[in-house]
């Protein structure tokens, strides 16, 4: 069977009505028929059933033993840090998710919880910054904002090496992009507030693992800390999946359109978008993904804040807005969203310039998009030259 109809039919119909969409199940508690005699369900923070129907799909979509679902993707990594014990080492890629990294320095870090970042594009790097406390790696890609690429295959087998699980935070890539567990992960995670559910309304994040065992032990963090998703949230999350594929690939092919526009366009300097072949690791990124998203990001050949500021607040299609993977076009200006309180070195280092533009393209034309584009850059370009703006 192939992808498109198994996401489709891996969604029960349910039993009881024969309702085709899934039941939302608003329920805090399940009645028994004597005490511990139940239908496999008992009170909605360990288990409920619309929730269970999501965490069975994502496991499927990506091809894992079990799937979990959060109130939200800061909620499902807690989750899995949680699986480590005082003294432990994380080893992360240094441009991490920021929510991702506050989590880590001002939650984890006072638990005894230490996280060493790497420049996941170097596998020696990754090899030389193993100690012997690691025992999680934790990648992101591609990156945000610069879609920075790690060969996943390889990053793999440096933890199995080194006995330690790797974790891939596979939100921008989304399960129809790439499979993690299939190159080695031990577990998965995403956002599933942006490509999954797809639309700008709902916040959750979602965990797979590799294995059942390690699953169990999701299960109890999940269920001993109570992070959980919603029924609703579960529900609007399914809805979401079952146009996730269709859609991913619409993103992809308006961004890969998008993107090569961007590298013609006078006033541009970089494009940052894995499915050009201009991108450092295209190769890498063509190996281990199917599509390449909806994310670019890209900087002017005039590096000013407020060149970059004046082209993202003119965009007509592009609303200016934090996140991504919504079916709705998005920008934002990293240097003052963001990456604001990263100090200017340092997030110049990552390739986050003053004049970084980040697009989330959505699924309007593409045609549209790209007159968008040309006309809210061409515009402040004109601007800047009346007022003599430069670096
Ligand atoms: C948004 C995001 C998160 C956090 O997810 P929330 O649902 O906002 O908590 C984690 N990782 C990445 C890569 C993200 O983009």
Redesign the pocket.
Known sequence: MKEATSILHHIPVDLQTGAIAVPIYQTSTFVQEAPGVNKGFDYTRSNNPTRKVLEDLIAKLENGAKGYAFA????A?DAIVKLLEYGDEILAVDDI?G??FRQFEQVFKKFGINVNYVDATSIEKVVNAVTPRTKLFWI?SPT?PTLKIADIAEIAKVAKANNCLLCV?N??ASPIGQKPIELGADLVVH????YIAGHCDV???LIVTSTPELGEKIKFYQNATGGVLSPFDSWLTIRGIETLQLRYKQHSHNAQQVAEFLTTLEGVKNVYYPGLASHPHHDIARKQQKYFGGVISFDLTIDSAELAKEIVCSTKYFKLAE??GGVKSLLCHPATMTHKTIPADKRYQAGVTDSLIRLSVGLEDAEDLIEDLQTAISKALAKAKQEKISA
């Not at 939200?72 to 909620?75: E, H």
């Not at 956002?191 to 942006?194: E, L, N, R, V």
């Open positions: 939200s993707g800061l909620a990594i998710y929510g991702a992101e945000n935070d939100t921008f956002s599933g507030t942006k916040i959750a994040g996140s991504l």
